[in-house]
C-alpha cells in the first residue's frame, strides 16, 4: 500500500475569501522595490558605471528577465513569488563570480547586486510563508465553522 502525505496547502471550498495577514504587503512592497533596484543596477551597470566594453555593453539584456515577473508581483501571485525566489539565484551567482573577478567600482556593484538579491529572496520567502500560514488558519478556522454547525444541526 502506497503512502500518501497530506497536501500541505488544500485548495479553498468556492467563494471561500482568505483575509490579508499582516506583512504581506510590507514583503510585496520590500520584492518590488529590490526588483526594480536590480533592474536599474543592471542597466546602469552595463551601461554606464562599469560596462565591460567602453560605450555599453549588450550584458545589459540580462535585466530583461527580471522585467517578466514584475506584473505577477503587483498583483500578488503566488506562483510569481515561488519562481521568483529561484531565478533571483542566477543574479546572486553573478554577483559573487563578479565580487571575486572584478576590481574598483564593478567589485562594488558586484557586492551591493549581491545584496538586493538577498533582500529579494527574503523578502519572497516571508510573503509565501506569511500567505500560506494565514491560508492555513483561515481553512481550518472554516473547517471548525463547518463542524460546529453540523454537530448544532444533529
Same mark, same amino acid.
Given at each position: 500500500?502506497?503512502?500518501? !502525505? &497530506?497536501?500541505?496547502?488544500?485548495?479553498?471550498?468556492?467563494?471561500?475569501?482568505?483575509?490579508? &495577514?499582516?506583512?504581506?504587503?510590507?514583503?510585496? !512592497?520590500?520584492?518590488?522595490?529590490?526588483?526594480?533596484?536590480?533592474?536599474?543596477?543592471?542597466?546602469?551597470?552595463?551601461?554606464?558605471?562599469?560596462?565591460?566594453?567602453?560605450?555599453?555593453?549588450?550584458?545589459?539584456?540580462?535585466?530583461?528577465?527580471?522585467?517578466? &515577473?514584475?506584473?505577477?508581483?503587483?498583483?500578488?501571485?503566488?506562483?510569481?513569488?515561488?519562481?521568483?525566489?529561484?531565478?533571483?539565484?542566477?543574479?546572486?551567482?553573478?554577483? @559573487?563570480?563578479?565580487?571575486?573577478?572584478?576590481?574598483?567600482?564593478?567589485?562594488?556593484?558586484?557586492? @551591493?547586486?549581491? @545584496?538586493?538579491?538577498?533582500?529579494?529572496?527574503?523578502?519572497?520567502?516571508?510573503?509565501?510563508?506569511?500567505?500560506?500560514?494565514?491560508?492555513?488558519?483561515?481553512?481550518?478556522?472554516?473547517?471548525?465553522?463547518?463542524?460546529?454547525?453540523?454537530?448544532?444541526?444533529?
Amino acid at each position: 500500500m502506497k503512502k500518501t !502525505r &497530506p497536501d500541505p496547502m488544500p485548495d479553498a471550498p468556492p467563494g471561500t475569501v482568505l483575509p490579508t &495577514p499582516a506583512g504581506v504587503d510590507s514583503a510585496r !512592497r520590500a520584492a518590488v522595490a529590490c526588483t526594480l533596484a536590480l533592474i536599474a543596477l543592471g542597466l546602469a551597470w552595463e551601461l554606464w558605471l562599469a560596462p565591460l566594453r567602453p560605450g555599453g555593453s549588450w550584458w545589459a539584456i540580462k535585466v530583461l528577465p527580471l522585467c517578466l &515577473p514584475l506584473p505577477g508581483l503587483l498583483k500578488n501571485r503566488m506562483y510569481t513569488y515561488r519562481a521568483l525566489s529561484l531565478l533571483v539565484w542566477l543574479y546572486a551567482t553573478e554577483g @559573487l563570480v563578479r565580487v571575486g573577478s572584478d576590481r574598483d567600482l564593478s567589485q562594488a556593484l558586484a557586492g @551591493l547586486e549581491v @545584496l538586493l538579491c538577498v533582500g529579494l529572496f527574503v523578502a519572497c520567502t516571508l510573503h509565501i510563508r506569511l500567505r500560506l500560514k494565514a491560508a492555513r488558519a483561515a481553512l481550518a478556522a472554516a473547517a471548525d465553522a463547518g463542524a460546529s454547525a453540523a454537530a448544532s444541526k444533529s
